[in-house]
């Protein structure tokens, strides 16, 4: 049991000591971090993602499934118990049987899911303490994965340039043909205005709320997150894996 107590002593300290991402956005090397981030939101079992410092505790968890329960052992100390009908999400000291459906995996932990502690607008987790807002604004268009400002009645954007049209700057009789309007006969040619709209930006926008267990960074009880154990359950329970 001594050995168990400070085991969870460990695991507060841990917790406390978690960085709460507050970078700006819009600088570029932290949007390649939020990209990567975001292309490796859900792997498999939950555990590919998880922290050194978790893997030594992990390495010290043992789950056994008897008869109609699964139960969960640190070391020589049973931590507990649950029905293995209704292990998904369940909290046992500082492990969870998988996340449940209002809970989400990140880095190995689960957390309540961004859905639900930001908003319907900011559902991605791209840090323990920050949600991101998946696509443009109102007043934007995404054109090839970027963000930009909406071009103007009568335009069109094309990356950092909007054009105009051919039919209602030059005429009805006037084709589209590039970087210029023409008219086929008789033959001439009309230069279709544009204009600089700016750079494209990504279409995540970031929330970050608390620090260490506070804020976005708690599970489904108000509470830190817990470590998820489902990839050492010797059955497939079919918890949330998201």
Not at 47 to 66: E, Q, W
Not at 76 to 97: R, S
Not at 133 to 138: H, L, P, R, Y
Not at 207 to 214: A, D, I, K, P
């Amino acid at each position: 049991m001594k050995t168990f107590m400070f085991f969870v002593m460990t695991l507060s300290v841990c917790a406390l000591a978690m960085p709460a991402e507050t970078k700006s956005y819009h600088n570029d090397h932290y949007r390649n971090e939020v990209m990567n981030t975001i292309k490796a939101m859900s792997p498999p079992q939950g555990m590919a993602l998880v922290s050194d410092n978790y893997k030594s505790i992990l390495d010290n968890i043992t789950v056994k499934v008897n008869g109609t329960e699964i139960c969960v052992y640190y070391l020589l100390d049973k931590l507990g118990c649950a029905d293995i009908h209704q292990a998904c999400g369940i909290k046992i000291g500082p492990v969870t049987i998988g996340c449940a459906d209002d809970e989400e995996n990140y880095l190995g932990l689960c957390y309540k899911k961004c859905s639900l502690l930001a908003s319907a607008d900011f559902p991605l987790r791209t840090a323990t303490n920050t949600c991101a807002k998946d696509g443009c604004d109102e007043d934007e268009e995404n054109d090839a994965g970027l963000c930009y400002p909406k071009c103007k009645e009568h335009y069109v954007g094309v990356a950092t340039i909007c054009w105009g049209y051919c039919d209602h700057f030059c005429g009805p009789e006037y084709d589209d043909v590039g970087l210029y309007c023409y008219q086929w006969w008789p033959p001439k040619s009309c230069s279709k205005p544009s204009y600089d709209r700016g750079a494209g930006i990504l279409p995540y926008k970031l929330w970050t709320n608390g620090l260490g267990c506070n804020g976005f960074g708690v599970n489904n009880q108000g509470g830190c997150a817990k470590i998820d154990i489902s990839g050492l359950v010797p059955i497939d329970l079919g918890c949330n894996k998201q």
